[in-house]
């Protein structure tokens, strides 16, 4: 069963900070997951889902600036995480230009260490009810299927059905553009990150396999064509 508590990452090189929120944090109802260098901080971002980070701007190997950013400008279909989750930058920098430049970078908010924490569980709490329920409405509807980008969770005709990140990431990118034939170099770039013309067994595979999971779980009929010589593209019910 998914745990129904909301995601915390919280990234910061003071390892005394960094337990001290990790217990309150957990305390108060979150799942709480602790980075204490941009490069963990990633590695957690992909593997947790985070609906909140908690950034420090100075870390060992970079600035929170930097992450903020990245975490803002990353494709949807590319990572695992939600680019909208939501973000408070926690610094000891209190300057109106260290502010500004992290709302500039998309910090939804902003907490000038020494904190206290009640004040910062009260703008965590604020922030999530904002990025929450902006991303609540956040779902592709395409020919009978139902995709939940901030859920990750899949309906095909009213009906669950499990797939893997890829599957998801596949068909999230046909979804879009139901109408669309999709290269299949194009399919490799959004979801599997290839840059250079490559094999395309890859997609080949993961395509034949989403097609019957789909297939198998509603009616009886293809939702996933093969274009001979293009690509892929979404069959909708008109097609069928």
Same mark, same amino acid.
């Given at each position: 069963? @998914?745990?129904p508590r909301p995601v915390v990452l919280v990234v910061d090189d003071e390892p005394h900070i960094l337990s001290f929120l990790a217990h309150n944090l957990a305390a108060d109802g979150y799942l709480v997951? @602790? %980075?204490?260098? $941009? =490069?963990?901080? &990633?590695?957690?971002?992909?593997?947790?889902?985070? #609906?909140?980070a908690i950034l420090d701007v100075g870390l060992p190997d970079g600035a929170g600036y930097d992450l903020c950013s990245e975490i803002r400008n990353a494709d949807p279909l590319c990572v695992r995480f939600?680019? #909208?989750?939501?973000?408070?930058?926690?610094?000891?920098?209190?300057?109106?230009?260290? &502010?500004?430049?992290? /709302?500039?970078?998309? %910090?939804?908010?902003?907490?000038?260490?020494? /904190?206290?924490?009640?004040?910062?569980?009260?703008?965590?709490?604020?922030?999530?009810?904002?990025?929450?329920?902006?991303?609540?409405?956040?779902?592709?509807? %395409?020919?009978?299927?139902?995709?939940?980008?901030? @859920?990750?969770? *899949? !309906? *095909?005709?009213?009906?669950?059905?499990?797939?893997?990140?890829?599957? /998801?990431? !596949?068909?999230?990118? !046909?979804? =879009?553009?139901?109408? &669309?034939?999709? &290269?299949?170099?194009? $399919?490799?770039?959004?979801?599997?990150? /290839?840059?250079?013309?490559?094999?395309?067994? @890859? !997609?080949?595979?993961?395509?034949?396999?989403? =097609?019957?999971?789909?297939?198998?779980? %509603?009616?009886? =009929?293809?939702?996933?064509?093969?274009?001979?010589?293009?690509?892929?593209? $979404? *069959?909708?019910?008109?097609?069928?």
């Amino acid at each position: 069963m @998914t745990d129904p508590r909301p995601v915390v990452l919280v990234v910061d090189d003071e390892p005394h900070i960094l337990s001290f929120l990790a217990h309150n944090l957990a305390a108060d109802g979150y799942l709480v997951h @602790t %980075a204490p260098t $941009l =490069r963990h901080a &990633r590695s957690k971002l992909n593997a947790h889902s985070p #609906d909140l980070a908690i950034l420090d701007v100075g870390l060992p190997d970079g600035a929170g600036y930097d992450l903020c950013s990245e975490i803002r400008n990353a494709d949807p279909l590319c990572v695992r995480f939600s680019p #909208d989750l939501a973000v408070i930058m926690l610094t000891a920098r209190s300057e109106e230009v260290d &502010r500004v430049r992290g /709302f500039q970078r998309g %910090a939804d908010d902003y907490v000038a260490k020494p /904190f206290h924490y009640p004040e910062l569980i009260a703008r965590v709490d604020a922030v999530l009810r904002r990025t929450l329920s902006r991303r609540a409405g956040d779902v592709v509807q %395409a020919a009978g299927i139902n995709l939940d980008l901030g @859920t990750r969770e *899949v !309906l *095909v005709e009213g009906k669950p059905v499990d797939l893997s990140t890829k599957e /998801f990431m !596949l068909l999230a990118a !046909l979804a =879009r553009d139901p109408r &669309r034939v999709f &290269r299949k170099q194009e $399919l490799l770039e959004v979801v599997w990150g /290839f840059r250079s013309p490559g094999s395309t067994r @890859t !997609l080949d595979s993961h395509a034949s396999r989403l =097609r019957r999971k789909l297939r198998a779980t %509603a009616t009886d =009929r293809s939702y996933i064509t093969n274009v001979w010589g293009v690509g892929y593209r $979404l *069959v909708g019910v008109e097609d069928a």
